[in-house]
């Protein structure tokens, strides 16, 4: 198939609908509108439904309620409106419902602003809602990425029961680039044998979707298998990229937009003859840690970039673990990082200026 | 390396965002990489709007235009905005029938395009963008004018036989403008 | 031996956790009895509100959702639109309907969901401990009115049925009461009613029965059941409040 020019929010809905979502629950909210929009052009004329709900609450809900039935389903919002879900979002982790959750970030706290940002990381990977739970975070850097993301993350939803979350922002929202739709991997989807469609199984037993274990033996049982079941996860799923780092005298690290922004920093370190690499997760929960454990042997320091004040280096100091210095820049509130100013601060960190 | 990064700016409504889509589907026909990026805020209209393209025959970095090779400039803020992310000897393309002003850079090369005036002779004052796209690929060859009207079409529809002559048209007249520089 | 009465096979043989005279087992009876009687037993999902009857899926034999505190009705529109032609219906308390899940039910009585909602009214937060719902009646005490809730400071209960009723899609609302045998054979009809109309696919459904509490109350049984007809019933008043139409 010819490539496409296509808009980010636009891209994730195309993707969305050739992964066979039919279920879209949302509420309008910008930099992420226009997926809304286009669902609600595209989702009837595949048999789907799109349903603009009263508040990001009761789309989440709806959400639970369509997923628990076996469907194959979605919500979208921007950071605010992330906010509002995290109830229903741990809900549904607890009642081990798939579905996929998209995060077009916008700068905050609070109302914030508009501009893009990633100061919602510790929100989606820490928790955000109550509970021992996980959420499985993508972060992809590029439209096409974005796409076979979430082609794919539908797929781990249903593999492993649990939901998962594409951690975009307002640039990847609103940018163009050329897509075209890939397959994902094939993976052993097991049967949705727990969904409640009114209809009792062969035995004449009823289903129930539910997270509440009145007793503390079960919770805890309920508990510990969740856990056993994010230890498959960070197992099988961890995914990252990772540039030159083998023989890098300082790896720098960053996710989504900002690690195009740290590329051309790298090529412009090489040009003046510093040995810059980078790694760059792609799944933000499970977080690579064993990349920078293993990196942290041979590069001299670390530099984390962020669109926030300093939150996924938190995971990358746990991951090199004191073996070298973990230094951080980073843009917030909309502003975006700087080519120049991330060579500079390298600059100085090897000069022994800081 | 190939590589041209844009901005295109102007008011919303001159065709700032539109005129961006059709260079980048341009290249995208070309079988170049590219990548699109608008500027986006609270107003629907009346405000200024630009956005940030990337030709490139490698694979696109990031999205964002600090230091352009070209900036495409529709109106008089846009030029007091953006004049200053143009790299030295870059291209600076001035739509003079709305700017009377002449750009604070010494070090970059300017072109006056009058492509309100022109667009108004062609019969359509909303094909100014077109003017501005014409003289653009006229000077930089990054993409064949070909390409550009493919895009268009795909962008209005095939149907829309008159406004595509028109378009062309524009293009050339574009192009025209800036052969007196050479 | 000749059967003259049995327990709906739609009540599984679980013994209820409810407080000794409170209505829950009534209306759950009630609903049962219309499953069976409708043969919907087995295209029927219910969600489970929070609240006393959070347990309601143990009781029921039918599919079932627990959902959040008042969004019951979100989590019965995700059913509803992926299994159109099954049946779905909410059973909600005033905590869970008219105070934290109010904007949930206006909006799926606006889009005229095809649900039905049993809203069980016992003007009081149940499971928590007797503190003050919006349907609690003035003057009533409740452990957060320990006076008596003040108008003044609270306004007057809300009254959800007849609010409700304003929308155009909300086809059909009745209220109803489980005080006597008289009103729980009358709640039954408009409970078949409410189930009947989402089989016809006529639109969004409730129920309000009005119940008792008479452990948060502090009454005996009886003396709850006089309560509810001399206090609640004149402040909300029986019988059929939206009628059945077709949305055009």
Same mark, same amino acid.
């Given at each position: 198939?010819?490539?496409?020019?296509?808009?980010?929010?636009?891209?994730?809905?195309?993707?969305?609908?050739?992964?066979?979502?039919?279920?879209?629950?949302?509420?309008?909210?910008?930099?992420?509108?226009?997926?809304?929009?286009?669902?609600?052009?595209?989702?009837?004329?595949?048999?789907?439904?799109?349903?603009?709900?009263?508040?990001?609450?009761?789309?989440?809900?709806?959400?639970?309620?369509?997923?628990?039935?076996?469907?194959?389903?979605?919500?979208?919002?921007?950071?605010?409106?992330?906010?509002?879900?995290?109830?229903?979002?741990?809900?549904?982790?607890?009642?081990?419902?798939?579905?996929?959750?998209?995060?077009?970030?916008?700068?905050?706290?609070?109302?914030?602003?508009?501009?893009?940002?990633?100061?919602?990381?510790?929100?989606?990977?820490?928790?955000?809602?109550?509970?021992?739970?996980?959420?499985?975070?993508?972060?992809?850097?590029?439209?096409?990425?974005?796409?076979?993301?979430?082609?794919?993350?539908?797929?781990?939803?249903?593999?492993?029961?649990?939901?998962?979350?594409?951690?975009?922002?307002?640039?990847?929202?609103?940018?163009?680039?050329?897509?075209?739709?890939?397959?994902?991997?094939?993976?052993?989807?097991?049967?949705?044998?727990?969904?409640?469609?009114?209809?009792?199984?062969?035995?004449?037993?009823?289903?129930?979707?539910?997270?509440?274990?009145?007793?503390?033996?079960?919770?805890?049982?309920?508990?510990?298998?969740?856990?056993?079941?994010?230890?498959?996860?960070?197992?099988?799923?961890?995914?990252?990229?990772?540039?030159?780092?083998?023989?890098?005298?300082?790896?720098?690290?960053?996710?989504?937009?900002?690690?195009?922004?740290?590329?051309?920093?790298?090529?412009?370190?090489?040009?003046?003859?510093?040995?810059?690499?980078?790694?760059?997760?792609?799944?933000?929960?499970?977080?690579?840690?064993?990349?920078?454990?293993?990196?942290?042997?041979?590069?001299?320091?670390?530099?984390?970039?962020?669109?926030?004040?300093?939150?996924?280096?938190?995971?990358?100091?746990?991951?090199?673990?004191?073996?070298?210095?973990?230094?951080?820049?980073?843009?917030?509130?909309?502003?975006?990082?700087?080519?120049?100013?991330?060579?500079?601060?390298?600059?100085?960190?090897?000069?022994?200026?800081? | 390396?190939?590589?041209?990064?844009?901005?295109?700016?102007?008011?919303?409504?001159?065709?700032?965002?539109?005129?961006?889509?059709?260079?980048?589907?341009?290249?995208?026909?070309?079988?170049?990489?590219?990548?699109?990026?608008?500027?986006?805020?609270?107003?629907?209209?009346?405000?200024?709007?630009?956005?940030?393209?990337?030709?490139?025959?490698?694979?696109?970095?990031?999205?964002?235009?600090?230091?352009?090779?070209?900036?495409?400039?529709?109106?008089?803020?846009?030029?007091?905005?953006?004049?200053?992310?143009?790299?030295?000897?870059?291209?600076?393309?001035?739509?003079?029938?709305?700017?009377?002003?002449?750009?604070?850079?010494?070090?970059?090369?300017?072109?006056?395009?009058?492509?309100?005036?022109?667009?108004?002779?062609?019969?359509?004052?909303?094909?100014?963008?077109?003017?501005?796209?014409?003289?653009?690929?006229?000077?930089?060859?990054?993409?064949?004018?070909?390409?550009?009207?493919?895009?268009?079409?795909?962008?209005?529809?095939?149907?829309?036989?008159?406004?595509?002559?028109?378009?062309?048209?524009?293009?050339?007249?574009?192009?025209?403008?800036?052969?007196?520089?050479? | 031996?000749?059967?003259?009465?049995?327990?709906?096979?739609?009540?599984?043989?679980?013994?209820?956790?409810?407080?000794?005279?409170?209505?829950?087992?009534?209306?759950?009876?009630?609903?049962?009895?219309?499953?069976?009687?409708?043969?919907?037993?087995?295209?029927?999902?219910?969600?489970?509100?929070?609240?006393?009857?959070?347990?309601?899926?143990?009781?029921?034999?039918?599919?079932?959702?627990?959902?959040?505190?008042?969004?019951?009705?979100?989590?019965?529109?995700?059913?509803?639109?992926?299994?159109?032609?099954?049946?779905?219906?909410?059973?909600?308390?005033?905590? %869970?309907? =008219?105070? @934290?899940?109010? !904007?949930?039910?206006?909006?799926?009585?606006?889009?005229?969901?095809? /649900? $039905?909602?049993?809203?069980?009214?016992?003007?009081?937060?149940?499971?928590?401990?007797?503190?003050?719902?919006?349907?609690?009646?003035?003057?009533?005490?409740?452990?957060?009115?320990?006076?008596?809730?003040?108008?003044?400071?609270?306004?007057?209960?809300?009254?959800?049925?007849?609010?409700?009723?304003?929308?155009?899609?909300?086809?059909?609302?009745?209220?109803?009461?489980?005080? %006597?045998? =008289?009103? @729980?054979?009358? !709640?039954?009809?408009?409970?078949?009613?409410?189930?009947?109309?989402? /089989? $016809?696919?006529?639109?969004?459904?409730?129920?309000?029965?009005?119940?008792?509490?008479?452990?948060?109350?502090?009454?005996?049984?009886?003396?709850?059941?006089?309560?509810?007809?001399?206090?609640?019933?004149?402040?909300?008043?029986?019988?059929?409040?939206?009628?059945?139409?077709?949305?055009?």
């Amino acid at each position: 198939m010819a490539k496409d020019l296509m808009k980010g929010n636009e891209a994730i809905g195309a993707a969305a609908i050739k992964a066979g979502c039919r279920y879209f629950f949302g509420y309008p909210i910008t930099p992420q509108s226009e997926l809304p929009e286009y669902m609600s052009r595209e989702l009837p004329k595949v048999g789907g439904v799109f349903l603009q709900a009263e508040s990001e609450v009761a789309a989440i809900n709806m959400v639970y309620g369509a997923s628990g039935a076996g469907a194959r389903v979605m919500t979208s919002s921007s950071s605010p409106g992330i906010s509002l879900k995290m109830e229903g979002i741990s809900y549904i982790a607890g009642a081990e419902l798939p579905c996929l959750i998209v995060n077009i970030v916008r700068g905050g706290p609070g109302l914030g602003g508009i501009q893009p940002a990633q100061s919602d990381y510790f929100q989606a990977t820490k928790g955000g809602g109550h509970g021992d739970y996980r959420l499985i975070v993508l972060a992809p850097n590029s439209i096409q990425e974005m796409c076979d993301l979430v082609m794919d993350g539908f797929d781990i939803a249903d593999q492993y029961r649990n939901p998962v979350m594409i951690l975009g922002d307002g640039t990847l929202g609103q940018m163009m680039e050329a897509v075209e739709f890939n397959e994902p991997k094939k993976r052993e989807l097991p049967p949705k044998d727990w969904a409640t469609t009114g209809i009792k199984d062969k035995n004449g037993k009823k289903r129930l979707i539910s997270s509440l274990f009145i007793q503390p033996e079960d919770l805890e049982n309920h508990n510990l298998k969740l856990q056993m079941k994010y230890e498959e996860i960070k197992k099988n799923e961890t995914k990252f990229e990772s540039l030159d780092v083998d023989d890098a005298d300082i790896v720098l690290t960053a996710y989504g937009t900002t690690s195009r922004i740290v590329s051309n920093a790298i090529k412009a370190l090489k040009k003046i003859g510093i040995k810059a690499g980078m790694i760059r997760p792609i799944t933000l929960w499970p977080f690579p840690y064993g990349a920078y454990e293993k990196a942290a042997d041979s590069a001299k320091a670390f530099l984390t970039v962020e669109m926030s004040l300093g939150q996924m280096v938190e995971d990358v100091r746990l991951g090199v673990n004191g073996k070298k210095p973990v230094y951080f820049y980073g843009r917030t509130g909309g502003m975006l990082p700087d080519q120049t100013e991330i060579v500079e601060k390298v600059k100085k960190i090897l000069g022994g200026e800081i | 390396m190939v590589e041209q990064q844009i901005i295109i700016a102007g008011f919303g409504g001159q065709g700032v965002l539109s005129m961006g889509q059709i260079l980048s589907y341009a290249g995208l026909l070309e079988g170049k990489n590219v990548s699109w990026l608008p500027s986006y805020g609270p107003e629907m209209r009346g405000g200024t709007a630009n956005c940030n393209v990337i030709i490139s025959e490698e694979l696109v970095g990031s999205p964002i235009v600090k230091e352009a090779d070209a900036a495409i400039i529709m109106n008089l803020p846009s030029l007091e905005k953006f004049e200053k992310f143009v790299v030295s000897g870059g291209n600076l393309l001035i739509n003079s029938s709305l700017i009377s002003e002449k750009t604070s850079r010494g070090d970059v090369k300017a072109y006056e395009i009058p492509a309100n005036d022109i667009a108004n002779e062609i019969g359509n004052a909303k094909v100014a963008n077109m003017v501005m796209l014409g003289a653009y690929i006229e000077l930089t060859k990054i993409v064949a004018k070909q390409s550009i009207i493919q895009s268009v079409e795909k962008v209005l529809g095939s149907s829309k036989g008159n406004l595509i002559q028109i378009n062309e048209e524009a293009l050339k007249r574009g192009a025209e403008s800036v052969k007196c520089y050479k | 031996m000749k059967t003259v009465f049995d327990r709906t096979k739609a009540l599984t043989p679980a013994a209820m956790h409810y407080c000794p005279g409170c209505t829950h087992g009534i209306v759950h009876r009630l609903v049962g009895e219309v499953l069976e009687e409708l043969d919907i037993l087995d295209k029927s999902t219910m969600v489970a509100p929070v609240g006393c009857s959070t347990f309601i899926y143990d009781y029921i034999n039918c599919d079932a959702q627990q959902a959040a505190h008042g969004r019951a009705p979100a989590v019965a529109t995700g059913i509803k639109r992926v299994h159109p032609d099954s049946i779905v219906f909410t059973y909600q308390g005033d905590g %869970d309907l =008219a105070s @934290i899940g109010t !904007a949930e039910i206006v909006h799926a009585a606006m889009r005229g969901e095809r /649900i $039905t909602v049993i809203f069980v009214n016992n003007a009081i937060y149940g499971m928590t401990g007797g503190q003050m719902a919006p349907t609690t009646l003035a003057g009533q005490k409740a452990s957060t009115a320990p006076l008596g809730r003040d108008k003044l400071h609270y306004g007057m209960p809300i009254r959800m049925s007849e609010m409700l009723a304003t929308l155009d899609s909300a086809t059909f609302i009745e209220r109803v009461s489980v005080h %006597d045998p =008289a009103h @729980i054979r009358k !709640a039954k009809s408009a409970i078949k009613k409410a189930f009947e109309n989402q /089989i $016809t696919g006529v639109g969004f459904s409730m129920v309000e029965v009005l119940s008792t509490c008479p452990t948060n109350w502090k009454m005996t049984p009886v003396e709850a059941l006089e309560w509810l007809k001399d206090n609640m019933i004149p402040y909300y008043p029986l019988g059929n409040i939206g009628n059945p139409k077709e949305v055009e």
